[in-house]
Nanobody
């Protein structure tokens, strides 16, 4: 089992910045990736950014150039630096950790942290 604890959400004005953190604990073997997803009311959860164990990162088009994901494998922590925030970035942001199993990838979720960007 893996536990994820997120922090860093809050209220910020458009153009501002926030940094989300996600600390993982528990059975931390065979970790494949860590990432961030977002969800707004009535919509499905969607990928914001993901970083793989080798360091390769992938971003959703709507955050490229503004958000940066980083990871400390030794500390089992992933961060999402969000700059130039826009009102449309308002959402609940969820940390996700992908672990390799015999059945394939298994994903764990954090509890979510609210990000609200005011205009």
């Amino acid at each position: 089992q893996v536990q994820l604890v997120e922090s860093g959400g809050g209220l910020v004005q458009a153009g501002g910045s926030l940094r989300l953190s996600c600390a993982a604990s528990g059975s931390m073997n065979r970790i494949n990736d860590m990432g961030w997803y977002r969800q707004t009311p009535g919509n499905q959860r969607e990928l914001v950014a993901v970083i793989f164990s080798g360091g390769f990162a992938n971003y959703a088009d709507f955050v490229k150039g503004r958000f940066t994901i980083s990871r400390d494998n030794a500390k089992n922590t992933v961060w999402l630096q969000m700059n130039s925030l826009k009102p449309e970035n308002t959402a609940v942001y969820y940390c996700n950790l992908g672990q390799k199993t015999k059945m394939g990838r298994y994903g764990y979720w954090g509890q979510g942290t609210q990000v609200t960007v005011s205009s």
